[in-house]
């Protein structure tokens, strides 16, 4: 799953946060900033532990005010580790 978050949304440790949460689910993947402000994660995994992610990102972490979360369903690559890219 590919999502992208707008909002207020850097600078408030989203990435590290989303990074965490993501691992303890031992899902695949990587989030980064995007140059225009928004953030971009690309989740893989079981169905249910992507969208406790994508849920997730719907909140964000305190700090954070998502404005609008974008998701489009990609094909699994067969990834291991998630990252921090960017």
């Known amino acids: 799953m590919r999502v992208v978050v707008s909002g207020r ?5 989203f990435r590290t946060t989303c990074a965490a ?5 031992s ?3 990587w989030v980064r900033n995007l140059p225009d402000g928004r953030v971009e994660a690309v989740f ?8 406790e992610m ?7 972490p305190d700090l954070a005010r ?10 699994p ?9 960017g």
């Open 21 to 25: 949460k993501a691992r303890r689910r």
């Open 9 to 13: 949304v850097q600078g408030v440790f």
């Open 66 to 75: 998502v404005g609008d979360v974008e998701t489009v369903a990609l094909e």
């Open 44 to 51: 893989e995994g079981t169905s249910e532990l992507v969208e």
């Open 27 to 29: 899902l695949s993947g």
């Open 77 to 85: 690559v067969g990834g291991s580790g998630f990252e921090i890219v």
């Open 54 to 60: 994508v849920a997730w990102c719907r909140r964000g």
